[in-house]
């Protein structure tokens, strides 16, 4: 990620931080100002704006170590998708990365290396372990259990054992 891409980033995350800290000093001036002071808003509203600040606090760090570990084991770039994440405002860079974040990796059950689209192929391309039956009459990929090819229509029962 370039720098220019990451300071616009910034600058709306503080620009939010700061409308939203703006509006709860806002508030609290409101509260105190007027005249009818009493121990609600006195003890219980700081209280409310202190769990209040550590709920975001948590949520934040929720969505970071979520986003993290869930964009590393879809081999997609972590950190860059962890800022992304947490530094678009209103949630926004949450939703683009569920929207953008790729289906995970499938593993071959013999050497562990990702393959891709493990349902096509018949053999691993790093080991050569074999993941898929094959139709012996039109060569082509078949689930496991099928009794019959559904391309052909050849009957399968011969290859299961
Ligand atoms: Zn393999
Ligand atoms: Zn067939």
Redesign the pocket.
Known sequence: MDKKTLIKLLIGYLITTGILVFLVIRKILIVSSSPPQNNFTEITFPLILIFFVIFILFLFIGIGIFVYKDSKKRGMNPILWTLIALFVPYFVGIIIYLLARKPIPQLCPNCGKTIEGKEEIVFCPHCGFKLNEV?P????V?KSGAKF?P????SLNQIEK
């Open positions: 139709c009459n039109c060569k082509k078949v090819c391309y052909c229509g050849t």
